[in-house]
């Protein structure tokens, strides 16, 4: 019996060998024919965006123009949404930091686009998304990050866009304005395509 299985670990060590020699020779086969074999993979840009929320606040991240990011808060006590975009030069240390906020867009509430009345039961949901609108000026457009806001009580929803100016941007001038609501509704609405 013992001779039968060492008999047995030989044939499968001498198998291992066997298809490790194959697979070097082919190797080196192809590589002289066909040269190094390398993998190519697509330069496909990554585009990537936080949020986190509590039942006190939630932020999330979105691009607003080519390379820029805002950061998006939302203070559901207020219904007030907020986002801050940080300069692309920086300055000398303040107490503050060396980065300078120069764009901040604002809503009055999110409560009166949402259609809600009882703010204390609302359960506000945050995320942003990414879009590339047409139909706007070459110096202002809409930024590249669209903030959905849904209640989770209700499922009433709402988006916004963020105006940018990228010309303003470049030039480190400040910009600030409301957000622009691209629409609204409900999840629970049997139909939210216009005809």
């Given at each position: 019996?013992?001779?039968?299985?060492?008999?047995?670990?030989?044939?499968?060590?001498?198998?291992?060998?066997?298809?490790?020699?194959?697979?070097?020779?082919?190797?080196?086969?192809?590589?002289?024919?066909?040269?190094?074999?390398?993998?190519?993979?697509?330069?496909?840009?990554?585009?990537?965006?936080?949020?986190?929320?509590?039942?006190?606040?939630?932020i999330?991240?979105?691009?607003?123009?080519?390379?820029?990011?805002?950061v998006?808060?939302?203070d559901?006590?207020?219904?007030?949404?907020?986002?801050?975009?940080?300069g692309?030069?920086?300055?000398?240390?303040?107490?503050?930091g060396?980065?300078?906020?120069?764009?901040?867009?604002?809503?009055a509430?999110?409560?009166?686009?949402?259609?809600?009345?009882?703010?204390?039961?609302?359960?506000?949901?945050?995320?942003?998304?990414i879009?590339?609108?047409?139909?706007?000026?070459?110096?202002?457009?809409?930024?590249?990050?669209?903030?959905?806001?849904?209640?989770?009580?209700t499922?009433?929803?709402?988006?916004?866009g963020?105006?940018?100016?990228?010309?303003?941007?470049?030039?480190?001038?400040?910009q600030?304005?409301?957000?622009?609501?691209?629409?609204?509704?409900?999840?629970?609405?049997?139909?939210?395509?216009?005809?």
């Open positions: 019996m013992a001779k039968r299985a060492s008999v047995r670990w030989v044939g499968v060590v001498a198998g291992v060998i066997a298809v490790g020699v194959v697979g070097f020779v082919a190797g080196r086969w192809h590589h002289r024919h066909f040269g190094p074999a390398t993998l190519v993979l697509p330069n496909i840009p990554l585009e990537a965006a936080a949020s986190d929320s509590s039942d006190k606040f939630a999330a991240t979105g691009p607003v123009g080519g390379d820029v990011e805002g998006f808060l939302l559901p006590v207020q219904g007030e949404l907020t986002c801050f975009v940080l692309r030069r920086l300055g000398r240390p303040t107490p503050a060396v980065g300078q906020v120069v764009a901040q867009f604002k809503t509430t999110v409560y009166d686009d949402l259609q809600i009345t009882d703010t204390k039961s609302a359960r506000l949901l945050m995320v942003t998304g879009s590339n609108f047409m139909g706007t000026s070459r110096t202002t457009r809409m930024g590249g990050a669209v903030v959905y806001i849904v209640d989770g009580s499922g009433k929803f709402v988006a916004y963020t105006p940018w100016n990228t010309s303003a941007y470049t030039s480190n001038h400040p600030a304005g409301p957000f622009i609501k691209l629409a609204s509704g409900s999840v629970r609405h049997p139909n939210l395509i216009r005809e």
